[in-house]
């Protein structure tokens, strides 16, 4: 073994040690972080590998440091995110310090079959994020409180479909899950059953083709005729054109993953979405439903 690289391996040992960490990283990791020393250093190193030389034998000494030193920091990163990083006793590692936990959402399968859909017409579109939605966090004891609870509507019965279907947990795009409220604007609401801590909302309209459902509006309240403590949670009709109040969120693309929206612990027992239309046609559909909500303790009287 050369001395730079018995350097390299003493500082990869005592970071090991010092971690506590059984496992070390395989050679093949720790040469690509000594490549990336070596990419980022200026001057001679580059120089001399644009001239086809090697330059560990032009500068050894600060190579090696500098090397030492991202291999030193890499493994840092690698102990703290590798899969089977080490976990404390009795603690998820999916749990994260705070007690909060991803939410335990089931996704349906992709679909966007056929010619992808013109969205030229659509305004204020939110632009697409690229990868998968980051987790939500909430506590560990919520649930889907949403789900085969009541279910009421503006159409009842819809045009296609049962209203039951809307929290039966089958969110997949197919024909026969989907429900059809009838053209125009139209309302679905979920009764909990008592009051909830709520932490998120999920739905998904449909999501077999790049759809945008316009005048999409989330609200919550204490009684069934939306009448006492109304809180709207998410509103994308931007031109009040359902008068509800005109809003300031986006319009987005139905997906698999659904439209999520924080619902920041509102207590509430009635859950109402509204729609109005789509860019395909003039109806307003419904897969499925889901209210991440835990129940409200009442504290214990005095006696």
Do not use: C
Not at 70 to 78: A, C, K, N, Q
Not at 213 to 230: I, L, R
Not at 237 to 256: E, F, Q
């Amino acid at each position: 073994m050369t001395p730079q690289n018995e350097l390299i391996d003493k500082n990869i040992l005592r970071l090991v040690k010092l971690t506590r960490e059984s496992q070390r990283p395989s050679d093949a990791f720790t040469r690509t972080l000594i490549h990336t020393a070596l990419e980022e250093l200026p001057g001679q190193a580059a120089q001399s590998r644009k001239e086809g030389m090697i330059a560990m034998k032009k500068t050894p000494l600060i190579i090696t440091v500098a090397a030492s030193l991202l291999v030193l920091v890499g493994i840092t990163v690698y102990i703290q995110h590798r899969p089977s990083q080490v976990q404390q006793v009795g603690q998820d590692a999916s749990v994260s310090p705070s007690g909060l936990a991803p939410l335990p959402i089931t996704l349906p399968r992709p679909q966007f079959t056929g010619t992808p859909t013109n969205l030229d017409g659509v305004t204020n579109l939110e632009p697409p994020l690229g990868r998968a939605r980051p987790a939500f966090l909430a506590p560990t004891d919520v649930t889907n409180a949403a789900l085969d609870k009541p279910v009421t509507s503006s159409m009842d019965p819809p045009i296609m479909g049962e209203l039951s279907q809307i929290v039966d947990g089958d969110k997949e795009a197919t024909e026969d899950g989907l429900v059809d409220l009838g053209p125009m604007k139209a309302w679905v609401q979920i009764d909990l059953g008592s009051p909830q801590e709520l932490w998120a909302i999920v739905f998904w309209h449909f999501h077999m083709q790049e759809r945008v459902y316009y005048d999409v509006v989330v609200q919550v309240a204490d009684d069934s005729d939306f009448v006492t403590n109304v809180r709207t949670l998410f509103n994308n009709d931007i031109d009040n054109s359902s008068g509800l109040g005109a809003g300031a969120d986006k319009h987005y693309v139905d997906t698999s993953e659904g439209k999520l929206v924080d619902a920041k612990k509102e207590v509430a027992q009635y859950v109402r979405l509204w729609s109005n239309q789509n860019n395909q046609n003039d109806r307003s559909h419904y897969l499925e439903i889901e209210v991440y909500a835990r129940p409200i303790i009442e504290p214990a009287g005095i006696e």
